[in-house]
């Protein structure tokens, strides 16, 4: 193992953990690993690109049904490197990237994943499954939140109801 590749793996788990925490509502590393709701939609090797270097490094993505993207290192390892959440994300085919077919995925929280396949047809796959994928966590992200806006509106209600039935209990 040369210096050079050290460094680039090292840089690489760097890039890993700060796009991770970078990525809004990102679930715990370790709770997302053992849930049994993370059913995989599909899974495979990749190549991620380091915002810093540039370079380009083996990545092992599983997409979840859950509406995450999960990154490890290897395929056998236990621990993703990142889970990003894809509610509110996009996705977009890159055409011109040298010897391989290339997408980027923008996160809700504005953060850029760039992902490339040997494959044109990998790629489609990839894209059309983190859309599908993004635009249902979508929708439960909305529907979340308006549940939990009504949630807070019915609560306001009853403490107004409350406060007037005491005051006209005086």
């Known amino acids: 193992v040369t210096l050079t590749e050290t460094l ?3 840089n690489d788990a760097i890039e890993d953990r700060r796009a991770s925490a970078n990525a809004s509502e990102s679930p715990n590393r370790d709770s997302f690993v053992g849930a049994s709701q993370n059913a995989v939609r599909i899974e495979g090797e990749l190549e991620k690109r380091g915002d810093w270097t540039g ?3 083996a990545r092992y993505l599983k997409l979840h049904e859950s509406g995450h993207l999960a990154n490890f290192g290897a395929a056998h390892d236990a621990q993703p490197r990142g889970v990003f959440s894809l509610a509110g ?3 977009k085919a890159v055409d011109g990237e040298a010897g ?3 997408f980027t995925v ?3 929280s504005g953060s850029k994943l760039m992902l490339r396949t040997i494959e044109r047809e990998d790629r489609e796959e990839w894209v059309e499954q983190i859309a599908a994928v993004a635009a249902a966590a979508s929708v439960n992200a909305n529907a979340a939140k308006a549940a939990k806006a009504a949630e807070a509106e019915a609560a ?4 107004a109801e409350a406060a007037e039935k005491a005051r ?3």
Not at 156 to 159: L, S
Request: hydrophobic residues 45%; without cysteine.
């Open 89 to 91: 994300a996009s996705v």
């Open 106 to 108: 923008v996160l809700e």
């Open 8 to 10: 680039t793996e090292a």
């Open 100 to 102: 391989a077919y290339a």
């Open 55 to 57: 370079s380009w490094s």
């Open 168 to 170: 006209a209990e005086k």
């Open 156 to 159: 306001k209600r009853a403490k």
